[in-house]
């Protein structure tokens, strides 16, 4: 149902992004790539995706001007690229401080600017940004990711109410804990800060904020971004979706 429409998901080289991709290129959009990774890997995603990669860092708003330029219109905008960086805040370096706020946060901004005009003129979009259960709760140690993901909380619904009778709708989705890379890299910090070992910060940090007790899956985020796209959900805006196993029901 998504034949004739452009996707642009940003960070989708890996981990949920890429998930969203496949999700959407499944129902026929054209899907743009954008992220970092093996330019061999990146080549094959793109045959298997018949998708096209534009290379840039979201850190910068000229990256995100590159980005925007080398996608031309889009009518689908997923707003994923993302970084974490794990420590107690009088030690959190002031660099990855902007880092962060630059990448979850900023290119948001950037990137919405650049698309909304062409969503108005053709009378239909979707910008899906992915926050996270940290954008609704905080856990200690994750200063600028949480403030960032409540930024882009607050963000997406001002967006939603500014092109709301544009036939463009703006959500979050805020997934708990998915099993990617993202994850991953940050376990030996979080040893580190909280002087656990390798299991307890998976089983006691990570998934027993999970009532289901299981990390989220990437297709689960992609399978929402479908829905979002519907026309079923045109009534559907300046929401947060939780899947996150419980997380933010306590
Ligand atoms: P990931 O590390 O697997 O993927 C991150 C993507 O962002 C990659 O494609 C990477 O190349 C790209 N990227 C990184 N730095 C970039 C830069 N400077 N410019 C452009 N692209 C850049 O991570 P993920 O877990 O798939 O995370 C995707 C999003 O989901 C992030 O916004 C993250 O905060 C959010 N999220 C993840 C989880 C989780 O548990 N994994 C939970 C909640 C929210």
Redesign the pocket.
């Known amino acids: 149902f998504l034949s004739g429409k452009r996707a642009l998901v940003?960070?989708?080289?890996?981990?949920?992004?890429?998930a969203v991709a496949r999700a959407l290129r499944a129902e026929g959009a054209e899907v743009v790539l954008?992220?970092?990774?093996d330019e061999d890997e990146i080549a094959r995603l793109c045959t298997t995706l018949s998708a096209r990669h534009v290379p840039?860092?979201?850190?910068t708003r000229e990256?995100c001007e590159a980005l925007m330029a080398g996608a031309g219109d889009v009518d689908i905008l997923v707003n994923?690229?993302?970084?974490?960086h794990v420590s107690p805040v009088e030690d959190f370096p002031p660099e990855k401080w902007d880092l962060l706020l630059a990448?979850?946060l900023t290119?948001a901004f950037h990137t919405i600017r650049l698309a909304v005009p062409y969503m108005k003129v053709s009378g239909w979009g979707r910008i899906i940004n992915?926050?996270?259960?940290?954008s609704k709760v905080a856990s200690p140690f994750k200063a600028a990711?949480n403030a960032a993901?409540h930024g882009l909380d607050g963000l997406t619904k001002t967006v939603a109410l500014e092109v709301a009778d544009r036939g463009i709708t703006v959500n979050c989705i805020?997934?708990?804990?998915?099993?990617?890379?993202?994850?991953e890299?940050q376990i030996p910090d979080t040893m580190k800060a909280r002087g656990m070992t390798r299991e307890q910060v998976v089983n006691d940090v990570l998934l027993v904020k999970q009532a289901t007790r299981k990390f989220?899956q990437?297709e689960e985020i992609g399978a929402l971004a479908v829905f979002l796209c519907r026309e079923e959900a045109q009534n559907v805006t300046g929401a947060n979706w939780s899947v996150d196993g419980g997380w933010t029901a306590e």
């Not at 940003?10 to 890429?18: D, F, P, R, W």
């Not at 840039?56 to 850190?59: F, I």
């Open positions: 940003t960070g989708s080289t890996s981990g949920i992004g890429l954008s992220g970092f990774g840039a860092d979201l850190t990256g994923n690229a993302g970084m974490q990448l979850n290119a992915t926050a996270s259960a940290h990711y993901k805020s997934p708990g804990y998915v099993w990617t890379p993202l994850v890299n989220v990437p």
